[in-house]
């Protein structure tokens, strides 16, 4: 998607390598904890959204 917005905007047709991650330098501990915090977050929607309908029925 990078590539097609850079060729948009600069009208250029290089052809760009794509090179991918490095599995063994992905930061694991830091997906950890983000997804520990994602599901905390939609922990608590849940359950904000279990009290409003509670509140209003």
Request: charged share 30%.
């Amino acid at each position: 998607m990078g590539v097609w917005y850079y060729r948009l905007l600069t009208a250029s047709r290089d052809q760009r390598t794509f090179v991918p991650p490095d599995p063994d330098r992905t930061p694991a501990a830091e997906n950890r904890a983000l997804r520990a915090q994602v599901a905390e977050s939609r922990r608590a929607l849940e359950e904000a959204r279990l009290s409003y309908a509670g509140s209003t029925a």
